[in-house]
C-alpha cells in the first residue's frame, strides 16, 4: 500500500509558540491531503482539506488563520499551529488521496502537547 | 447527539472466538461505509469499504450494513491475538473517501 510519512512523532511546546507538522506522501503524488484532530476519547474530526497549489478548505469552526496549511507540492503538506495553547494539545493526523478510488493513506499522527 | 456512535471498549475476547463490532449512525444521507484498524502509535489503515446495505466477506472479516437501522457492524471470525487494535468505523455521504466522520474506535484485545 502505499505510505504516508508524518513528522514529528510527537512534540512539547510552550504556550504562545508556533509548531509545524510535516506530512509526506512517500511513494504516491498526492493532489489532495486530510488533516484530522483527535481528542482524548473523541472521534477523529476533520480539520481541513489541502489541495496541492491552492489555499486549503477548513471545516465549520476551524481557525484557518491558527492552523495554517501550506500543500506547495504534490508529496508534502504542513500545518503550523500558530500561538499554540493547552486547549490545542491533541493528536493529529493527515492522510493522502491515492489513486482512482481515493482512498485514503494516513500518516502515524503526531501528538502535540502545549504546556 | 454524535452522528457516529461506537464503544470505545475494550473489548477483550479469548484467541479463536467471532468478535462483533459495531457503530450506529444518525444522519440517513451517509452512503459509503467503512472500517479501520488501527496498531498503537500506527495511522489507520482501511479494512472494508462498503456501499450498499448487506453483507461483504473478505477472509475473516465480514462488514454488515444496515441503513434502514443506519447501524453497521464488523465481524472477526477466528479472531487472532495480531488483531488486537483500535476498529474505527467511518462514513460519508460522498464517492470516494471525501469527508469521513469517524466513530470514536473500540478497542479490541485477543489473548492468547
Known amino acids: 500500500g502505499a505510505v504516508v510519512s508524518q513528522h514529528p512523532s510527537w512534540v512539547i511546546c510552550k504556550s504562545g509558540t508556533s509548531v509545524k507538522i510535516e506530512c509526506r506522501s512517500l511513494?504516491?503524488?498526492?493532489?489532495?491531503m486530510f488533516w484530522y484532530r483527535q481528542f482524548p476519547k473523541q472521534s477523529l474530526m476533520l480539520m481541513a482539506t489541502?489541495?496541492?497549489?491552492?489555499?486549503?478548505?477548513?471545516e465549520q469552526g476551524v481557525e484557518k488563520d491558527k492552523f495554517l496549511i501550506n500543500h506547495a507540492s504534490l508529496t508534502l503538506s504542513t500545518l503550523t499551529v500558530t500561538s499554540a495553547h493547552p486547549e490545542d494539545s491533541s493528536f493529529y493526523i493527515c492522510?493522502?488521496?491515492?489513486?482512482?478510488?481515493?482512498?485514503?493513506?494516513f500518516g502515524e499522527g503526531s501528538r502535540l502537547t502545549v504546556l | 447527539q454524535k452522528e457516529v456512535e461506537q464503544d470505545p471498549g475494550p473489548l477483550s475476547v479469548p484467541e479463536g472466538a467471532i468478535v462483533s463490532l459495531n457503530c450506529t449512525y444518525s444522519?440517513?444521507?451517509?452512503?459509503?461505509f467503512m472500517w479501520y484498524r488501527q496498531y498503537s502509535r500506527k495511522g489507520p489503515e482501511l479494512l472494508m469499504y462498503?456501499?450498499?446495505?448487506g453483507n461483504k466477506e473478505d477472509g475473516r472479516f465480514t462488514a454488515q450494513v444496515d441503513k434502514s437501522s443506519k447501524y453497521i457492524s464488523l465481524f472477526i471470525r477466528d479472531s487472532q491475538p495480531s488483531d488486537s487494535a483500535t476498529y474505527l468505523c467511518?462514513?460519508?455521504?460522498?464517492?470516494?473517501?471525501?469527508?469521513?466522520?469517524f466513530g470514536t474506535g473500540t478497542r479490541l484485545l485477543v489473548s492468547p
Open positions: 492522510s493522502a488521496s491515492f489513486g482512482n478510488t481515493g482512498e485514503l493513506f
Open positions: 511513494d504516491f503524488q498526492a493532489t489532495t
Open positions: 489541502s489541495n496541492e497549489g491552492s489555499k486549503a478548505t477548513y
Open positions: 444522519n440517513s444521507a451517509f452512503q459509503y
Open positions: 462498503t456501499y450498499s446495505s
Open positions: 467511518a462514513m460519508t455521504m460522498n464517492t470516494g473517501f471525501q469527508k469521513l466522520v
